[in-house]
C-alpha cells in the first residue's frame, strides 16, 4: 500500500554516522523538529555491488539537498557494526568511505516491514515446526521517500534491486513541492526549476498548453 499522501510512520530505528556512533532515529520526528525535508532512500545490502554507487551519488549531491532544506538519510537491514564496516572501507575497494549522512540499520525490519518493501515472495506456514517459511532474500527494494516539514510523504518510488537510481530526479521533485508549497501552483511534465508552472484550473492547463 502506498503512503504518498499519508504522514511517515513514527518510530524510532537504529541508525550509525561517520564516526562510529550508534543512535536512535525517528524519520517523521526529524522532518518536523527540524522543519525540514527528508530524501529517505533504502537499498538491499552493505558490501554489495549497485549499492556504493548509489550512496556515493547521494553523497556527491549532499550539498546541494541541504540547500534545499534537505536531510539525506539512507537505509538498509544491515547491522550498525556492518554499516560502520563498509563506512571505514575505502571506495576504491567497494566500500563507503567518505559518506557522511546518517544509516539507518533497520535489522529487525520494523519500519521495512511497516512500508512494504521487503524481497518476500512468498510465506509458507510449517505445521511441524509452528513457523513460517520465507522465499526471498527478505531485504529491502531500492525504495526512496520524500518527506515534507510535516511529516507528510510526498513523493515514493521503488526500484527492482539491478536498477539504480537517478539523484537529480529527486532534486527535481524536491524543487517542484518546494514551488507548489511557496507559489500554490501546480507543475507540469518535466518542469524544472525556472520554467513555467500552471494554476490548478482548466484555464491554467489550456494557457500552459497553447503556450508549450
Known amino acids: 500500500m502506498s503512503i504518498v499522501g499519508k504522514t511517515f510512520p513514527d518510530i524510532q530505528v537504529d541508525a550509525m554516522n561517520e564516526m562510529g556512533d550508534t543512535f536512535k532515529i525517528n524519520i517523521l520526528e526529524e522532518a518536523k523538529k527540524n522543519n525540514k525535508k527528508v530524501c529517505l532512500f ?25 540547500d534545499k532544506n534537505t536531510i539525506v538519510i539512507g537505509a538498509s537491514c544491515d547491522t550498525p557494526e556492518v554499516h560502520f564496516a563498509w563506512l571505514s572501507t575505502a571506495k576504491d575497494n567497494g566500500g563507503i568511505e567518505g559518506v557522511t549522512y546518517p544509516l539507518v540499520a533497520d535489522s529487525n525490519r520494523n519500519l521495512a516491514n511497516m512500508l512494504g518493501i521487503l524481497d518476500i515472495q512468498s510465506e509458507t506456514y510449517n505445521e511441524l515446526t509452528d513457523s ?17 516539514e510535516e511529516g507528510t510523504v510526498f513523493h ?57
Open 42 to 66: 533504502w537499498y538491499p545490502k552493505d558490501f554489495t555491488y549497485v549499492c556504493p554507487t548509489e550512496l556515493h551519488a547521494f553523497q556527491a549531491k549532499l550539498k546541494e539537498f541541504e
Open 132 to 148: 513460517f517459511i520465507l522465499e526471498g532474500d527478505n531485504v529491502t527494494y531500492r525504495a526512496t521517500y520524500l518527506i515534507d
Open 156 to 212: 515514493e518510488g521503488v526500484n527492482h534491486m539491478p536498477v539504480g537510481r537517478n539523484v537529480n530526479e529527486y532534486l527535481r521533485l524536491i524543487d517542484a513541492y518546494s514551488h507548489v508549497q511557496t507559489h500554490g501552483e501546480v507543475c507540469p511534465a518535466n518542469w524544472e526549476e525556472g520554467s513555467t508552472a500552471m494554476s490548478a484550473d482548466s484555464k491554467g492547463t489550456a494557457e500552459y498548453l497553447k503556450n508549450n
